[in-house]
């Protein structure tokens, strides 16, 4: 049994994630080095991150559903490839060994990091594009990135996806960010599949950040009306550039 003081930290992180991933995106930069701080080996931190943050994605996925009406074409173009992707980088993990995953994982944070102070450059030139008439297909490629990337290590990859669909998709950022939340919900539940199967996660932490994440998901919009996004999304990337700098420092 995990002590009770885990149990609200644990819980504390998810929930603050899944509010953070409504409003600004990013919440792994929370919980994954939470769950290393409380002692689990990087690969298990990312496997039963990825796993507890389901839910998360679940909730965001269904409260932005009237969005997705009329994409059922593009999402059978899109979510196979996301599918694949995120089997893809769930496996790369678990061959990667923890050895490896260590070193890797501080370059991952800055990426994730400066992906998410990039975020509102990136849809603003979403939204001034000329959405003129493009092969949706294109977005295959840089969806299978994301989603390997996802499957992999997952923080910012919500960002990398809906520059990736607003780059080729002629449609509103309203549509393009409800198809980021159904693309980036498969590739985590993809992943997620492979790490039940096989993966190191850690079932009684998971429980209890799933339960959290999915409250924090469902609490964004309520955050959302009390803290402006861009202070949320400048304090994770503090926080993730501080995280990768102590990782760094470890080396």
Known sequence: MIEPATIAIVAGAALVAGAINAVAGGGSLITFPTLVALGLPDVTAAVTNTVAMCPGYLGATIAQRADLAGQGRRAATLLPMAALGGVGGALLLLATGQGSFKVIVPFLL?????????????RTWIVSRDHGARAEALAVVPIAFAAVYGGYFGAGMGVIVLAALGVVLADSLLRINAMK???????????????????????QIAAVMMVGSLLGGASGGVLARHIPPVVLRWLIVVIGLAISAIYLARL
């Open 110 to 122: 800055v990426f994730a990091s400066l992906l998410v102070a990039a975020q509102d450059k990136l």
């Open 181 to 203: 939340q159904t693309v980036s919900l498969v590739v985590n539940v993809s992943a997620a599949i492979v790490f039940v199967i096989w993966g190191p996660i850690d079932w």
